[in-house]
């Protein structure tokens, strides 16, 4: 299984982190997530699912930032299109990003705290990791879930996984 993002000279594009136009962003986050493009899932698959961390965050905020969760998304899914996270292009059940923690100022009722929210790094340019999963059931997670639940539901039901790794600039 591969899964790609296409990168403008080498980082996410703008729009989809810390420079996205105003009409871009919610609450002076971003918030259109990027196309991502999927190959090779393996026949038996039921669903995927994504994951998408900054590990750099750890040295600015003491953990890792978590951008986007989803998951039981259809395994036919070639292309999960620009903004899927917010326009229903793409049927998934989302979980918290990590705008919702009260250590990122937030709270759990924000409503963007179950979408994409895209980078933002705060220091310097920060590479992102990005894992679709390719899983052998749709997994019983409600719209919120947390990455620890999604950890323990995908016990026994890797497939295959593929990962990407690219900087989106601060």
């Known amino acids: 299984?591969?899964?790609?993002?296409?990168?403008?000279?080498?980082?996410?594009?703008?729009?989809?982190?810390?420079?996205?136009?105003?009409?871009?962003?919610?609450?002076g986050h971003p918030c259109v997530s990027f196309?991502?493009?999927?190959?090779?899932?393996?026949?038996?698959?039921?669903?995927l699912a994504l994951v998408f961390i900054d590990f750099d965050a750890i040295p600015v905020g003491g953990f890792c930032w978590i951008h986007w969760l989803a998951a039981?998304?259809?395994?036919?899914?070639?292309?999960?299109?620009?903004?899927?996270?917010r326009s229903g292009a793409v049927s998934m059940v989302?979980?918290?990003?990590?705008?919702?923690s009260p250590m990122a100022g937030g709270h759990r009722g924000d409503p963007s705290a179950n979408f994409y929210t895209g980078p933002y790094p705060p220091d310097k340019t920060h590479v992102y990791t990005l894992d679709v999963?390719?899983?052998?059931?749709?997994?019983?997670?409600?719209?919120?879930?947390y990455l620890s639940d999604f950890r323990r539901a995908?016990?026994?039901?890797?497939?295959?996984?593929?990962?990407?790794?690219?900087?989106?600039r601060a």
């Open 72 to 85: 039981n998304i259809d395994p036919a899914t070639t292309l999960v299109p620009e903004n899927a996270s």
């Open 35 to 47: 196309p991502i493009e999927i190959e090779g899932v393996p026949a038996e698959a039921k669903t």
């Open 154 to 168: 995908i016990r026994g039901h890797v497939l295959a996984k593929a990962q990407c790794e690219f900087p989106s």
């Open 133 to 145: 999963y390719a899983l052998n059931c749709e997994l019983p997670l409600a719209e919120g879930y």
């Open 94 to 100: 989302q979980g918290a990003n990590s705008s919702w």
């Open 1 to 27: 299984m591969n899964v790609s993002v296409s990168l403008e000279n080498g980082l996410l594009p703008d729009r989809f982190g810390k420079y996205a136009p105003d009409d871009c962003k919610r609450n």
